[in-house]
């Protein structure tokens, strides 16, 4: 089912599963069914999967693949196509969906005043846009439970700042490009900030130690702090 | 127990780092120079996971409140025992009310000492690794302070015997040969292979990655070391989704000046990455400071991994050696 995927080495102990296609369900859905046949498969000495928008990061032991004549990654490449070529359709949806409370504007949200300029609406427009639509986390990366979430009204796109901000509050969730997303944790950044939430993403102490996974839903309420 | 007299610029608790975390897009952080940390635990006869502290160009003083079997493997920070020159790479005895201090860089960057039992903080998520980004692991997910203190765990039976041979005869003790060690060198020469998208770049980009010579410069830390030198570009545009990225991926942004990406390094990457530093030579750049002059070399996969399994097994076998030496 996923047998056009290329295989290449990303270092020496890591390689690149590139399934094609662009930030889009249906490549999603390709991501998940290989995340989740690799996953189940547990092939020997690997310790890491890291699914992204088109592509799949395995991390392994080299020591672990050794054959006479071949060189481990050719002989994990062959594992994991093996893998692939098996897959089964994508897991029906985590099933999970989150409601984010956000507030809106003012201090929690000192960039909807320039997105709202930028997209050529109101305030309150971009709070409606941005509440109406059901997001899928795509995948979890740059920071500790970080969501990269599909699904933003390309309405409401809008450019990244055109220099960081040194310090971002947690819970702050923007929009940069065609992305939305919400900072776990306080950090420098560059997506437009429109709201913020109270919401933990990332917890040391849980098991998983992050809210959200790869599959999830998210849909963003509104509420007033007043 | 040790306490710390002074914390020095950036002392942190380090392991290997931690495993199974990066889908939840913590980092893996652990020592930046792994083979020097595993080298400095199996001297003293611990585990190679056992948790070290990195010290990073200006060192700590460190009193330690009882006898403790300890090594200093990596970078020649000036480290001293009661006021004695310590040598690296070798088991050292320490006593209550030792004195380790360390002056400053004579060469390399970063310095592991390990003592036997490991530095005893409550593992997060399965690791003892300082991860300074999220603010876990290590001794409260930060680097040390002045009036910290350090417990160490139970010394291994294999340590024992190390102390107890070398305190009685320094002589006995065994040191870490030459040949061990990473090829370390002040213009290192660090082996690479191609990237994911190698290719996109121009082929003037690619012959300079090869020929030239890239300066460190002082904004590297432990997420990345950051080159400057000929700029790289890119053939053509090309719009890349963002795609995970691994220790020693070289990164190229539109300032075309590459990123190398060490310990800390983020998950996930927007830039091009047009070649990969083989994990045997990561230690090389671990120990390059700023103003340093790195050249690249590209070999095969082949050729990496053959390196990294030798590696594996030169580093069994030389804690094989140990236990036998001092059975």
């Given at each position: 089912m996923l047998s056009g995927a290329r295989v290449v080495p990303l270092g020496d102990a890591s390689l690149l599963i590139d399934l094609g296609g662009g930030i889009d369900a249906t490549t999603h859905g390709r991501v998940r069914a290989a995340f989740s046949a690799l996953s189940a498969a547990a092939l020997a000495g690997v310790h890491e999967i890291i699914p992204a928008y088109t592509s799949v990061a395995v991390q392994y032991e080299p020591s672990m693949h050794v054959r006479g004549g071949t060189a481990p990654f050719d002989e994990i490449r062959r594992l994991v196509l093996d893998v692939l070529a098996n897959a089964g359709e994508a897991p029906a949806e985590s099933g999970r969906i989150f409601e984010i409370p956000v507030n809106y504007g003012g201090e929690a949200g000192p960039d909807l005043e320039y997105v709202a300029r930028h997209t050529k609406r109101s305030a309150a427009d971009v709070v409606a846009l941005h509440a109406a639509a059901e997001y899928t986390v795509y995948m979890i990366g740059f920071a500790p439970g970080f969501p990269y979430l599909g699904g933003l009204s390309p309405e409401l796109a809008t450019p990244r700042r055109a220099s960081p901000r040194q310090s971002v509050p947690a819970g702050s969730v923007g929009i940069a490009g065609a992305q939305t997303g919400i900072y776990p944790l306080e950090t420098p950044g560059g997506w437009q900030i429109i709201g913020r939430t109270t919401e933990r993403l990332f917890d040391p102490e849980s098991d998983p130690p992050t809210l959200l996974r790869l599959g999830d839903r998210v849909r963003f309420v509104p509420v007033s702090t007043s | 127990m040790i306490r710390v007299a002074r914390a020095g610029l950036l002392t942190t608790v380090q392991d290997t780092g931690r495993r199974g975390v990066q889908q939840h897009g913590l980092v893996a952080a652990g020592a930046m120079d792994s083979a020097a940390h595993r080298i400095a635990n199996l001297l003293v006869g611990n585990a190679p996971a056992a948790a070290t502290?990195?010290?990073?160009?200006?060192?700590?003083?460190?009193?330690?409140?009882?006898?403790?079997?300890?090594?200093?493997?990596?970078?020649?920070?000036?480290?001293?025992l009661d006021d004695r020159k310590a040598p690296l790479w070798r088991p050292l005895v320490a006593h209550r009310g030792t004195v380790l201090a360390m002056s400053g860089p004579r060469s390399g960057c970063r310095a592991y000492v390990a003592i036997a039992g490991g530095i005893d903080v409550a593992p997060v998520l399965g690791s003892r690794a300082t991860d300074l980004i999220a603010c876990i692991g290590g001794l409260d997910g930060r680097k040390l302070r002045p009036d910290d203190t350090l417990g160490v765990g139970a010394p291994a039976e294999l340590s024992e015997r190390i102390r107890a041979a070398i305190d009685t005869a320094p002589g006995r003790a065994r040191s870490a040969g030459r040949s061990l060690l990473p090829a370390y060198m002040s213009e290192p020469i660090v082996r690479v292979v191609r990237g994911p998208e190698h290719d996109r770049f121009s082929k003037t980009s690619c012959e300079r990655l090869r020929d030239s010579a890239f300066e460190v410069t002082p904004q590297s830390n432990r997420m990345g070391i950051r080159l400057v030198g000929a700029a790289l570009s890119l053939a053509g545009p090309y719009d890349l989704f963002s795609s995970p990225v691994t220790a020693g991926t070289i990164q190229v942004p539109p300032s075309g000046e590459p990123i190398v990406l060490m310990a800390d390094h983020q998950t996930i990457g927007g830039y091009p990455r047009i070649a990969n530093v083989i994990s045997v030579d990561l230690p090389l750049l671990a120990q390059a400071p700023p103003g340093a002059h790195v050249r690249f070399r590209e070999v095969s996969i082949a050729e990496a991994q053959s390196l990294y399994v030798a590696r594996e097994r030169d580093l069994r076998i030389f804690g094989d050696s140990l236990r036998f030496h001092y059975s």
């Open positions: - | 502290l990195e010290c990073t160009m200006i060192g700590p003083i460190l009193e330690f409140a009882g006898d403790a079997l300890l090594a200093i493997a990596g970078a020649d920070l000036g480290a001293t």
